[in-house]
């Protein structure tokens, strides 16, 4: 989200000014057992929306004796590509935030070392979506959808839309704003869910149709939700015009959550229709400085205290089957129960000609 998220649908947290613990400390300590040096401080590379509670880090801390320096890069798309450009000096241990969208590209540039985590058992097998080689480990999913802004469709006595053949009637027209499919994980994410809606000889005609129907698109989560949207709390202070964004399914706790007072119903919904099915990964980065502490980081990841703080820092659902959601996550979030998907492998093979596809339609 990212975001992110991602999640993911927790790039909304951070969008919003909520701060991440950067725990610092020195760079390395006596080790008890051999006298010498081993690093202290564990860096997770990751996009703008991860979050984490201070306690939950220093809860790793105290486990573990490493502390956890995060290292943000942009949107989920941006990050991974300068993960890539890093490859082999990488700029940290831990790599979090590349989804299913963007997975094969990671994958097949080598970032990561193979690490079977600690507790993989306790993670269904139908999001371990590299189980026979072990080079990533799911924490999160999540679903990218629109989201709308419930006060104004009232105002306006208008039914908010549905699915993806809503979005293209001209009651919506010059209402949606879409992330840029190019740069943004959620962007890429609803890009891959119309491909899933429409198949290949299908898709390109519907974005036609959004674009002639007003579709506006810009380049992160951040600018779309949080400066374009009219329903977001960040929106409210940009004066944003457009009721209909890519979000995420779990948005709607955000708006509760940071609102003041906190509203008794969610003032944004989720068109359940036009969801797609989202995974984030995190990975040993290749050449890391400190593998021991990143592998202690992935196991702490699918741990039940990191995945239960999950829900409320980063508004995505835990992978661990034991993990319990917070009431306010799944009281105002949606439930989506077909989200639109496309196999990994197809995803590897039509990724890239699906958007350079994309950008020539909508872009030009």
Not at 59 to 84: C, H, M, P, W
Not at 166 to 185: F, G, I
Not at 205 to 231: C, I, M, R
Request: charged share 25%; aromatic share 8%.
């Amino acid at each position: 989200m990212s975001t992110t998220k991602k999640f993911a649908a927790g790039a909304i947290a951070a969008a919003l000014g909520v701060t991440t613990l950067t725990a610092c400390g020195g760079e390395s300590a006596k080790d008890s057992a051999g006298g010498g040096t081993k690093p202290k401080t564990v860096t997770l590379v990751s996009h703008d929306s991860f979050n984490a509670s201070p306690a939950v880090l220093k809860e790793f801390t105290r486990q573990t004796g490493y502390t956890v320096k995060v290292l943000k890069s942009g949107d989920a798309g941006e990050a991974v590509n300068k993960a890539i450009l890093t490859k082999g000096a990488p700029q940290g241990d831990v790599f979090f935030g590349v989804d299913n969208t963007l997975l094969s590209r990671a994958l097949d540039n080598g970032l990561f070392e193979p690490y079977e985590a600690k507790g993989l058992d306790r993670v269904p097998e139908t999001v371990r979506l590299d189980k026979d080689k072990h080079r990533v480990t799911p924490v999160d999913t999540g679903e990218i959808c629109v989201n709308y802004d419930k006060k104004y469709f009232a105002d306006k006595k208008l039914a908010p839309p549905q699915t993806f053949d809503d979005l293209a009637k001209p009651a919506y027209k010059n209402l949606l704003v879409v992330e840029n499919a190019e740069r943004s994980s959620p962007g890429l994410g609803f890009l891959l869910g119309t491909a899933a809606r429409y198949g290949d000889d299908g898709w390109q005609d519907y974005w036609k149709k959004l674009k002639a129907n007003g579709v506006k698109v810009v380049d992160s989560w951040e600018l779309a939700y949080n400066q374009e949207f009219s329903g977001s709390v960040g929106g409210k202070k940009a004066k944003g015009d457009r009721p209909l964004v890519v979000s995420y399914a779990s948005s709607p706790p955000v708006e509760v959550l940071y609102s003041e007072p906190q509203p008794a119903e969610a003032p944004t919904g989720v068109s359940t229709g036009t969801c797609f099915q989202q995974t984030e990964f995190a990975g040993l980065l290749t050449g890391a400085k400190n593998p021991d502490g990143g592998k202690a980081l992935i196991d702490f990841m699918i741990g039940k205290k990191f995945q239960e703080d999950m829900p409320l820092q980063m508004f995505v659902n835990p992978v661990a089957k034991d993990a319990k959601l917070p009431e306010l996550f799944t009281k105002h979030g949606a439930e989506v129960d077909q989200p639109h998907t496309v196999a990994p492998e197809k995803i590897a093979e039509k990724r890239d000609q699906w958007i350079q596809t994309w950008s020539s339609l909508v872009l030009k």
